[in-house]
């Protein structure tokens, strides 16, 4: 609670810390305020103009808030949050972009919590590491592509369309080479590696 004031109020900082205030700046957590959605929207501009869908993760709705702001009129950006949020992912993205209708925040694949996994989450961020070279960590990056992964799975894409992976690096050196359970090297395309809503 305390560390959240700090974002609302900087001058309490400034006193707590016996710093002028005039010289602090207070840097949000996750860098989400208006420079860095300024600088997330600029995303698009790499993303291929037929692109339907673009999906990235969500820890504070920064990097989502800039990617809604740059699209096409086509195009919907997919949030999948990796922590418990409640509706406050939705509420920064309407924070800095009103009332769009343009984007959509996925709760189901924050495996518990922030930083929160489990042995399937991991097997499946070796899987993609080792087998797909793509590197992906089980805090950030692996939930967002178990849960596009799961989606496929699900239909829950339009027929035919086309989905962009925002790729945000991560914040943990996960080493694929660590010991995993059964089934690390098996697809998820054939349903074999167990993992929560890849059964069919």
């Known amino acids: 609670k305390k560390y959240r004031s700090y974002r609302e109020h900087p001058d309490l ?5 016996q710093f002028p205030c005039s010289r602090l700046y207070v840097l949000p957590e996750g860098g989400s305020n ?19 869908y673009i999906c990235c993760d969500c820890g504070t709705g920064a990097t989502l808030a800039g990617i809604v702001s740059g699209l096409k009129d086509h195009q919907q950006a997919i949030g999948i949050a990796v922590l418990k949020a409640n509706d406050f992912l939705e509420r920064t993205v309407e ?10 925040v996925i709760h189901d694949y924050h495996f518990g919590g ?6 399937e989450l991991e097997d499946f961020c070796r899987w993609m590491t080792t087998n797909k070279n793509i590197p ?11 849960a596009v992964y799961d989606l496929i ?6 027929k035919n369309s086309t989905l962009v992976i ?8 996960f080493n694929p080479s660590l010991q995993a359970n059964n089934g690390m090297n098996e697809s998820p395309e054939t349903g074999k590696q167990p993992q929560p ?3 069919g």
């Open 13 to 17: 900082a400034a006193a707590e810390f």
């Open 136 to 146: 992906v960590e089980p805090v950030y990056t692996g939930k967002l592509f178990f």
């Open 197 to 199: 809503g890849f059964s």
């Open 153 to 158: 799975r699900k239909d829950f894409f339009r």
């Open 95 to 104: 924070k800095f972009n009103g009332q769009k209708n343009n984007f959509q």
């Open 34 to 52: 208006e420079l860095a959605v300024a600088g997330c929207r600029e995303i698009c501009d790499d993303i291929p103009a037929d692109a339907d």
């Open 166 to 173: 925002v790729h945000t690096g991560g914040v943990i050196d």
């Open 114 to 119: 922030y930083a929160k996994s489990n042995n």
